[in-house]
């Protein structure tokens, strides 16, 4: 299958090495990889903020970047959501709005096209570590991807998932509302991290790199032991 | 900024830093968490009965011309005299005339979080009356000249000890930490109010069109009292409190006990038809119903956030918000908090003095995962922010977007983009934090990720 691989801007720019690790494993079961390079952002933050006409205008482009694509993996549930369930609402009632629909259609978030798409549950990863896993927001309740990323995990070699009691609690990222208001953010991540700690986990994994982004940020300011790492890095360590 | 919104960020920036209150609600809500689940499970289909109560709340408020008419047509043939008011201050005036008519001095009350809205307290304060809180947590707060925490735990926030307090200082009682102990304290204090009071008012959950009926669920029996000991009672609810049959209490019932306060039924639920009838021997000679618009039926023109009509205030939304876990119900300065107060206080009270609770979520979709009638709530944040900015963009913001999208849509742009913030990252870290950081709002309490050398898209042009 022909693959077209939509990096979130920031996995772009910080977080390469999610990127790249969903490159190998998706050439690594032997499908052809597209990204296309002219796909900087899905258009979620002016979206998000309340500013329609600035989003279609990142989003008109994306959506012509896209339209000839056999399937379309995003690495983030935030993004995913986005082009799956957002660019319908935003394209309603214009041109696009029967691409959009298409689009949306054929749209996958990385986790959820492995197991859901593909059936793939075991891609020989080992990670020796103990782990706990953050739900995403928009991955977990806008796309309703809840078993995939411990299906996968469950067969990574040597690692132990042990779920913490707010696995489902938002974060406090948020996009620009983690800059909006960073104390209410900040509380949010506090909650979060508290509760990961609690499973005695070496790493918080997650399928949006924006929620680590913002842990991760978190507990590097306090100096907590935890890391934080995007669930494609762990299935691609052999 | 409106001013609503200078006090809204004022307060969450204590609030959120606040751990002793954090640790409060997260101790409170967790036993109302596991009571909760352990209600849901007894309903046979919880998701089911979720898409039912939808379904007939839809019906409701969508014919609610229809509904309300039966209602009232009921209502009116056992002599219950049924008021109409537009707004907060005619229904202000309603009750206060009535309270002329009857030369009442003292009022004895039942939670209403309407009467809360139209500040209706202050009102008959100011008239000279004296008003008494029977709610165990209303009289709390009212006894701390508070507004309600919480649409259903009016006191949520204050520990026993700091009750026992409260007590001590306002009603002169002995101190105690027994919870069983404190609520005869304030039950001797209420117990002789309604004994004179000389009018009652109350609030509806659900008003029933079908029998003219409206239905009261509660623990303490103080809004039975309330309906009963007066010679006259009066109910202030919302327009949209309408049920079209009797039998959907058997749902409602249930389930707004089990959203509520996580029981299967709440102690005591009671029906109410229309004063004394001839020949009955108890009950208010005079009972006026004060339907309260408000603004309702301009949410109820907006066919996107229409369902926001179908809420029953369980207050779920409100346990399960982690913004309102961490800011606490006051900071938000108006009576309904929480996803539905954010969602509803714009068209209640003015979008653009109250767009910022809109804008102040994460978005996360947790009350409108929990809702038990379906509303849509984080969406409706999200339409309310489009609304916002339809009618009023900020400048700058707009501007940034509109930069932000020029540069996105030029790769070469994008690339160079990246580039400069890589290049300004060791800059950064020197002002990190500070009032010169750009990234202050990010930095002050949380790391930058360190931009790597070669970004993806860098890798993969290499790799090619
Ligand atoms: S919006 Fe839903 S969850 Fe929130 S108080 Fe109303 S009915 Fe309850």
């Given at each position: ?18 990127g ?34 600035e ?12 339209k ?14 986005m ?24 749209t ?131 | ?6 006090q ?39 998701q ?15 014919h ?90 009016p ?22 930490n ?36 409206i ?12 309906a ?85 205030r ?45 804008n102040?979520?994460?978005l ?16 409706h ?38 580039k ?26 949380r ?18």
């Amino acid at each position: 299958m022909t693959i077209t691989l939509f990096i979130p801007c920031f996995v772009d720019a910080l977080f390469p090495c999610a990127g790249i690790s969903m490159v190998q494993i998706l050439e690594g079961l032997g499908h052809k990889v597209l990204c296309p390079e002219k796909i900087s952002c899905c258009g979620q933050p002016p979206f998000n903020s309340g500013y329609w006409d600035e989003a279609r205008t990142v989003a008109a482009p994306v959506l012509e970047q896209l339209k000839d694509a056999e399937a379309v993996v995003i690495g983030s549930g935030s993004c995913g959501a986005m082009v799956k369930k957002f660019y319908p609402e935003l394209f309603a009632s214009t041109p696009q709005a029967q691409l959009a629909k298409q689009i949306s259609s054929r749209t996958w978030e990385f986790s959820d096209f492995l197991v859901g798409k593909l059936g793939i549950t075991d891609l020989g990863a080992k990670f020796p570590h103990r782990v706990t896993f953050h739900d995403g927001c928009h991955g977990l309740r806008e796309l309703g991807i809840k078993k995939s990323p411990r299906i996968l995990l469950g067969h990574v070699q040597g690692l132990q998932l042990v779920e913490m009691s707010e696995a489902e609690t938002c974060c406090g990222f948020g996009g620009t509302f983690a800059a909006k208001f960073p104390m209410i953010s900040t509380a949010m991540g506090e909650v979060k991290c508290a509760s990961a700690a609690e499973t005695g986990a070496e790493y918080i994994v997650s399928n949006d790199s924006s929620c680590l982004m913002h842990l991760q940020g978190l507990l590097s300011r306090q100096g907590k032991p935890i890391k934080t790492i995007h669930l494609a890095e762990v299935l691609a360590r052999q | 900024m409106s001013t609503f919104a200078a006090q809204f960020l004022k307060h969450a920036r204590v609030m959120s830093g606040d751990l002793r209150h954090r640790k409060i609600i997260r101790t409170a809500l967790g036993n109302y968490e596991i009571a909760r689940d352990q209600r849901q499970a007894a309903f046979q289909d919880w998701q089911g009965a979720r898409q039912l109560a939808a379904v007939i709340k839809w019906e409701a408020v969508n014919h609610l011309d229809k509904y309300l008419e039966q209602f009232v047509a009921k209502l009116e043939a056992r002599g219950t005299k049924v008021h109409w008011a537009s707004t907060g201050d005619q229904a202000r005036e309603i009750i206060l005339q009535i309270v002329r008519d009857k030369k009442a001095r003292s009022i004895i009350k039942s939670k209403a979080m309407t009467a809360e809205e139209i500040h209706l307290n202050d009102a008959l304060e100011k008239a000279g009356l004296n008003v008494v809180e029977n709610d165990l947590g209303e009289f709390i707060v009212q006894l701390r000249h508070e507004a309600p925490y919480h649409i259903v735990f009016p006191s949520m926030h204050l520990t026993r000890g700091e009750i026992s307090e409260l007590f001590q200082r306002e009603l002169g009682s002995a101190p105690t930490n027994d919870p069983e102990e404190l609520t005869m304290i304030a039950r001797r204090v209420l117990r002789k109010k309604y004994l004179t009071a000389d009018i009652g008012i109350t609030g509806a959950n659900f008003a029933i069109a079908e029998t003219g009926m409206i239905s009261i669920t509660e623990n303490e029996g103080n809004a039975r009292l309330t309906a009963a000991l007066p010679k006259t009672m009066v109910t202030l609810m919302g327009i949209e409190k309408v049920l079209p049959k009797l039998a959907d209490l058997a749902l409602f019932l249930p389930m707004l006990a089990t959203m509520g306060t996580g029981q299967q039924i709440t102690c005591y639920n009671t029906m109410y038809g229309g004063p004394r009838q001839p020949g009955e021997s108890d009950g208010p000679e005079e009972w006026h119903i004060v339907l309260l618009d408000n603004h309702r039926t301009e949410l109820l023109a907006d066919a996107e956030q229409r369902d926001a009509l179908h809420c029953i205030r369980c207050g779920a939304c409100l346990n399960v918000c982690p913004i309102f876990r961490n800011v606490g119900g006051h900071t938000y300065g108006t009576t309904y908090s929480g996803p539905i107060g954010s969602v509803i206080t714009p068209h209640l009270r003015g979008l653009q003095d109250w767009k910022h609770l809109s804008n102040a979520s994460s978005l996360c979709g947790a009350c409108t995962q929990t809702c038990p009638v379906k509303i849509d709530l984080h969406h409706h944040l999200l339409q309310n922010r489009r609304n916002a900015v339809k009618g009023k963009p900020a400048f700058f913001e707009r501007l940034a977007y509109q930069a932000f999208g020029f540069v996105a849509n030029r790769p070469a742009l994008w690339s160079i983009a990246k580039k400069l913030g890589r290049l300004g990252q060791p800059l950064q870290k020197l002002v990190k934090g500070s009032a010169l950081d750009p990234a202050k709002a990010w930095t002050q309490t949380r790391d930058l990720p360190p931009q790597p050398k070669e970004s993806f898209k860098d890798w993969w042009t290499n790799r090619k």
